[in-house]
């Protein structure tokens, strides 16, 4: 891509980005839930920063790696209360968004479909009705699977794309068991429509 190119889709982004970044935070700090899934895991993982141990005194139906990657944002002075949770929250419902359209603009190099897909990528992906909630997680961690798959197709990236998705997908296991088998069976499915030969390395390897 040329730099003109760069720099335009780099400042239309950014300018996406900063409206989608007032209107979640207007809708993340307004409005009353009727449920409180959102103090239920602040509970949970406030006592996870305590030191208690989790499954043993911090009861909650999900992976370590959500708890790993909240407690090193803990580690960097974040204090998990109403206000610094929805903060979290609208960063990754922001980060989702963006990775999204840029793997489409990458792949695509049509700066108008990528913009597009960021935003309504934004718009459908709302994590307003239960912030802190590890579904934002998983979902950045599914469209970042999905987002490296796109941008290494059609072309020889080095082994790379294949570590990072390796890795997103053992966090979304390591997050939500279910959610992240059902990631690797369609990985494993897609490797193997791919590259045939994988099949035949599993009948006789």
Not at 86 to 104: D, H, I, N
Not at 115 to 140: D, N, Q, R, Y
Not at 180 to 196: E, K, Q, R
């Amino acid at each position: 891509m040329g730099r003109i190119l760069i720099a335009t889709s780099s400042a239309s982004f950014a300018a996406a980005t900063a409206v989608a970044a007032y209107v979640g935070y207007l809708r993340m700090f307004t409005g009353f839930l009727g449920t409180d899934d959102e103090g239920y895991i602040l509970i949970a993982l406030r006592s996870f920063l305590s030191g208690h141990a989790l499954y043993d005194k911090v009861v909650l139906a999900y992976g370590p790696f959500f708890f790993e990657i909240f407690g090193l944002l803990g580690a960097l002075g974040v204090s998990f209360d109403n206000d610094s949770g929805r903060f979290v929250t609208l960063a990754v419902w922001l980060a989702m968004a963006l990775v999204a359209g840029v793997a489409v603009f990458v792949f695509t190099r049509n700066l108008a479909l990528g913009l597009c897909v960021h935003l309504i990528t934004f718009a459908t992906a709302s994590l307003t009705s239960e912030p802190m909630h590890p579904g934002g997680l998983l979902s950045f961690l599914l469209i970042g699977i999905a987002a490296v798959a796109l941008i290494s197709s059609g072309r020889w990236l080095g082994p790379w794309p294949f570590f990072v998705i390796g890795a997103l997908t053992a966090a979304a296991i390591l997050t939500k068991i279910n959610v992240g088998g059902f990631a690797a069976i369609s990985i494993a499915f897609a490797c193997v429509l791919t590259f045939p030969h994988l099949l035949g390395a599993g009948r006789y390897g």
